[in-house]
């Protein structure tokens, strides 16, 4: 990854008597290295807090959790839900195989603040849907 070091400029207005915006009145001085993790999904992030903040996770998990057992291994419900709300709102592709693509993505990981660990497969996501998938008469 790279830095950019910004130096500001000291005018700061245009030749037309307008001020212009702070980031017009900057310049690159040094490019560097960083250990920052950058992703082309900015916006990811802000969505997936507002779901969580409005209580879309616990809804679905108080009212599909009965379907699933209890179990200590794996990915647990509310990592499913995240991963597959966030799969869903991205929309860089549409298909189940590239949760293992994502899986091996570190910014990916950041960006939905898990561990690589936390992260679903394809198979993981494809049984998570055959629990969904009976039909109740």
Known sequence: ???????????????FRCTRLSFMGSKITKIGITND???ARGGLPLIMRYIERIGLYVLIFSTISSLFLKNKK???LPQFLKQMFAFMIDGTSMSIS???????EEG???????????????HQIKRFFRKLS????
């Open 98 to 104: 590239f949760f293992d693509k994502l899986k091996t």
């Open 108 to 122: 990916y990981a950041a960006l939905l603040e898990n561990k690589k660990s936390e992260m679903a497969s394809s």
């Open 37 to 39: 993790k950058i992703s």
């Open 134 to 137: 009976f039909i109740l008469l």
């Open 1 to 15: 990854m790279s830095i950019l070091e910004v130096q500001k400029q000291k005018n700061n207005t245009s030749p």
């Open 74 to 76: 794996g990915l647990q």
